[in-house]
């Protein structure tokens, strides 16, 4: 079976430090991946996502950055982080199926970021 | 940006009532689904619904979707304490490479 892992579960950081956040999934491949972010009390706000190793799609201009080292492996990063970059990100994978433009996503159980 | 809005933003209820959360949207979709978020917690997928389906029973969840009034609704019926939660719905539009886009959510509180 397909499970995600993403960590660490909770994070707090200074401001102006470097951030570094990974997700893996297991027993699929060539999942697509997803970054999204969700302040206090709201809904989920699409920062990344990849169909593809070297393959990274922005879709909110900021300080943060994704990578895809590997087929199962995606990073969130930041060289400096803001305190307007704290709240709750998820990691999520779909799998891409030709005939259903994206099926149900799996998330991971997220990172509660603070940055003080 | 957000595709979904889900409606009411917040629902109590006493338990074994029905709950009934609405979501619109703006574009032509492939399919249309509903999450839940148990607090502080990932979203776990509970049904989709595809473009071509009106209605989609699972368990104790009930989604119709009306494509021509760009609605869905989610109905969980005789609602129990541990449904307090925040649902989602998500679009899968009918066109290009995009992703699931999310509503702002619906929080349900189920009081025993």
């Known amino acids: 079976s397909q499970t995600i892992h993403q960590w660490p579960a909770t994070l707090v950081q200074p401001v102006g430090s470097p951030l570094s956040l990974e997700c893996t999934v297991e027993?699929?491949?060539?999942?697509?991946l997803y970054w999204y972010r969700q302040a206090a009390g709201r809904g989920l706000q699409l920062l990344f996502y990849?169909?593809?190793?070297?393959?990274i799609s922005s879709e909110v201009p900021q300080n943060l950055s994704a990578s895809r080292p590997q087929d199962r492996q995606f990073i969130l990063s930041s060289k400096k982080l803001l305190l307007s970059d704290s709240g709750f990100y998820l990691c999520a994978w779909s799998a891409f199926r030709v005939w259903e433009i994206y099926a149900e996503a799996f998330f991971g159980q997220g990172t509660r970021l603070t940055v003080v | 940006s957000q595709q979904g809005e889900e409606d009411p933003q917040a629902l109590s209820i006493q338990e074994g009532e029905n709950a009934t959360m609405n979501c619109s949207y703006k574009?032509?979709?492939?399919?249309l689904q509903w999450y839940r978020q148990n607090s502080g917690r990932g979203l776990v997928h509970l049904i989709l619904i595809r473009s071509n389906e009106r209605e989609k029973h699972s368990g104790r969840l009930r989604v119709t979707l009306d494509t021509s009034k760009k609605s869905s609704s989610l109905l969980i019926t005789a609602s129990r304490a541990a449904d307090t939660a925040s649902y989602f719905c998500a679009t899968a539009i009918d066109s290009g490479n995009t992703p699931l886009v999310f509503g702002k959510g619906t929080r349900l509180s189920v009081i025993a």
């Open positions: 990849s169909v593809g190793i070297g393959q």
């Open positions: 574009t032509s979709i492939n399919n």
């Open positions: 027993g699929t491949s060539n999942p697509n």
